[in-house]
T-cell receptor, first 114, second 109 residues
Framework: DSGVTQTPKHLITATGQRVTLRCSPRSGDLSVYWYQQSLDQGLQFLIQYYNGEERAKGNILERFSAQQFPDLHSELNLSSLELGDSALYFC?????????????FGQGTRLTVV | GIQVEQSPPDLILQEGANSTLRCNFS?????LQWFHQNPWGQLINLFY???GTKQNGRLSATTVATERYSLLYISSSQTTDSGVYFCAVPARGYQKVTFGTGTKLQVIP
């Protein structure tokens, strides 16, 4: 158990819908990262928050947004869903925000868009 | 941005065999991690190894940051070692962690 909690574990929804993925970081970690892993693909960095503020942005679509709340949990919102958004979405957390501390990953949310 | 390449892309081993996986990166790094993604999709931390050598049971890793590569050694492989192995690095000055292309390992009985 990495200490990072993601909910839900599985999600099936229809095209055009909106979903929210939730992540609770390890106790004491200030950074939260979101990654997308499509079928047989590598992990693509989406966005990072550090202590409530956006720190870095990757190839995140405009239909996607995220935030980190004062209690440090984070949510990733995916809207106007398309079939191609089906993927495994991972959240990771680390103590620091500069990428120089060890990151720990949650079990992922498997999103299926039908 | 930083480029991270892993080799080989695919590897099939007989149970009990040893293997070496390689991770090359294109820029200076101050951190490197190795992960194992099991067949159920879970990402498991193996090593946090900015430099030097670490060992954990049958697995060990070495990072030579000055030459921009890291090696993961798996000895006496078991079927439970199957899955995809990723290295991940942040480049100096970059916030995000970039994952390598992965090595897909299959250990057969």
């Amino acid at each position: 158990d990495s200490g990072v909690t993601q909910t839900p574990k599985h999600l099936i929804t229809a095209t055009g819908q909106r979903v929210t993925l939730r992540c609770s970081p390890r106790s004491g970690d200030l950074s939260v990262y979101w990654y997308q892993q499509s079928l047989d693909q590598g992990l693509q960095f989406l966005i990072q928050y550090y202590n409530g503020e956006e720190r870095a942005k990757g190839n995140i679509l405009e239909r996607f947004s995220a935030q980190q709340f004062p209690d440090l949990h984070s949510e990733l919102n995916l809207s106007s869903l398309e079939l191609g958004d089906s993927a495994l979405y991972f959240c990771a957390s680390s103590v620091g925000g500069g990428g120089h501390t060890e990151a720990f990953f949650g079990q992922g949310t498997r999103l299926t868009v039908v | 941005g930083i480029q991270v390449e892993q080799s080989p892309p695919d590897l099939i081993l007989q149970e009990g065999a040893n293997s070496t996986l390689r991770c090359n990166f294109s820029d200076s790094v101050n951190n490197l991690q190795w992960f194992h993604q099991n067949p159920w999709g879970q990402l498991i931390n193996l090593f946090y190894i900015p430099s030097g050598t670490k060992q954990n049971g049958r697995l060990s890793a070495t990072t030579v940051a000055t030459e921009r590569y890291s090696l993961l050694y798996i000895s006496s492989s078991q079927t439970t070692d199957s899955g995809v192995y990723f290295c991940a690095v942040p480049a100096r000055g970059y916030q995000k962690v970039t994952f390598g292309t992965g090595t897909k390992l299959q250990v057969i009985p």
